[in-house]
């Protein structure tokens, strides 16, 4: 059996590489860390027993991904979406957990299956999965439309119905003689817990955290929040509650706080690495060779609670005032299996409560993990499946595509605003300054509602797809403006604009350069980095404060504009600066000294080579004098500095190649 070290790093070698392998399938990387806890398994590869240490480890994921909800638990946002989260939500939650009892009662005269089964069954099936469906709704542009926001009005009691279920499931794994009892004092433990926590901890948090944050130590404020989220975890667990409920509790109370976002940003590497460990020991439940055989209890289990499910959430939407289009988006994104699914389920086997049956666990994990492999798939298709079925849909796009096009139908060379958030807004204020005719497309209700009653000419409408575009005359449109920063999103845009009018020009706003040449490349005329622009304009006032003649700092900055920010291209980087991640490799400056000896005294840029390494070697400072833009000829002297610009692994084979030395990581 191997140790607690030798066990984490099997568990994050194996995470590791099936993870990568799902993302470059573009799959979620849940499913990459339950496929990796299979392989590894008691029951496929035997490597990892299943233990009770690699269950306690598991806790740990589960305990973060409950401060996580803690903190987004705001009594505002609440009371703004409390039709749908406590209307919407609870109902699906309930109905859905009824009919899975009401089913286990029937099953449970055949197959003698409990009550207390068919409770943890029904909590289970009635989640659906927060990361998958929230990712999807963010990159599709859907968070503000109108089954986006019911979608997440559910989610988020779904969320909340968990911290109850975590609370009941423990005590129907305890004697079912003193079943009454033993749930009774859980629930007033709970209450207790709950009440002292929230009217004495409020006060003492917010204290405590300020006496921490002004020591100024990043250090000690992130020990502080991982000190509070175990800490109340201990408690409740002494108070034989759930870890989940105690970590809870501190999201609560630290969201009270002015601190909350930093904390956010904190805690986030602990919860998603530690949440992916616990999906790991989720798969290793597994056993291939039971689904294989029980192949079609799988596929039965995946498919029909999938349908059921998509069914009512349909139905309940149509009867909270949703129309067909919007009823049946929000029950296909919701109809699958979600992640908090699998932690009702941990420790509900022979292992732990002994409330479900192992084979059974394994047959409904599997199904659960096939349910939410499809679950992508079915909302990528989500328009054309309300489309087909939906003949209210029809008429619905017809009027929305009406509407669009009555608004543009009147203007001619007009400017087409793709979103209209705070820069579609100042972008149209500055062309109503010009009397230069817009016409801005945006999916928030509540924003177009309140624009159009001012006067400004936005529509409802998606700008990604074509018959949108269309509609609102970009065949006529003198300019595209793309005011959302997000990559993904505005890489959608250009490809829709490009397929039907490649030459209308398109000004795209990004947030830094590291997207500035994808967009390019995707069709983007010119592109508008935040960050640039903000220094741009930053060093042009101070320039224009020391003396430096207006015409002159005009023509700086078009000349930076004209090379498209080259000459802000790259930066030095710092410890407060955001990591690269394989998706966004930032450009980076870094400098060289040439040591006596080194492999590179003597010789040439050229001869080094380096400058094939798609690097730029930016300035060389020699006996302090600094010199920019050398020629390929340039030979290096001992004591030189050389500021080079690339990206990370090309720089660290650059400085490697200079100083002879073999390159990190290789």
Known sequence: ?????????????????????????????????????????????????????????????????????????????????????FGLGMAQVSLTMLGVMGLGLVVGYFLEVPLSTAFVLAGAAA??????????????????????????????????????????????????????????????KAALVLGVMLVFGQRMMNWWMTFVARSKSQELFVLNVLLITLGLAWLTELAELSLALGAFLAGILIAETQYKHQVEEDIKPFRDVLLGLF????????????????????????????????VLIAALARIFGANMGTAMRTGIYLAQAGEFGFVLLANTGSAGFGLVPDPWLQTITASMVLSMLAAPFMIQHADRIVLRFSSQEWLQKSLELHQIAQKSLATTKHVLVCGFGRSGQHL???????????????LDPDRIREATAAGDSVVFGDASKRETLVAAGLLRASCVVVTFAEFKSAERVLIAVRALAPNVPVVVRTYDESDLEKLIAAGATEVVPEILEGSLMLGSQALML???????????IRAIRESRYQMFRGVFRGVDDEADTPENQWVRLHSVFVEPGASGVGKSLAELGILDLEIEVSAIRRRGIRGGDPSPDTQLESGDILVLKGQPDALSLAEAIILGRKPLGR
């Open 1 to 85: 059996m191997p140790n607690a070290l030798e066990l984490s790093l099997i568990l994050m070698l194996v995470a590791v590489l099936a993870v990568s392998l799902f993302r470059h399938w573009k799959l979620p990387a849940m499913l990459g860390y339950l496929f990796a806890g299979t392989l590894i398994g008691p029951y496929s590869f035997g490597i990892v027993p299943d233990t009770p240490e690699t269950r306690h480890l598991a806790e740990f994921g589960v305990v973060f991904l409950m401060f996580s909800i803690g903190l987004e638990f705001s009594l505002p946002k609440l009371h703004a979406m409390r039709r749908v989260v």
């Open 127 to 188: 989640m659906s999965s927060t990361a998958i469906v929230s990712k999807l709704l963010s990159e599709r542009l859907e968070l503000d439309s109108p089954h986006g926001r019911q979608i997440m009005g559910i989610l988020l009691f779904q969320d909340l119905a968990v911290v109850p279920l975590l609370i009941i499931i423990p005590a129907l794994g305890q004697d079912a003689e003193n079943l009454t009892v033993t749930l009774s004092l859980a629930v007033v």
């Open 279 to 310: 999906f790991v020991t989720t798969g290793m439940l597994l056993n291939p060779q039971v689904v294989i055989d029980n192949w079609y209890w799988v596929i039965l289990l995946a498919v029909m609670p999938v349908l059921a499910k998509l």
């Open 428 to 442: 149209a204020r500055l062309l109503d300054r010009e009397d230069l005719e817009y016409v801005a497309l945006d």
């Open 546 to 556: 020391l003396g430096v003649p207006v015409s002159r700092v005009v023509k700086q």
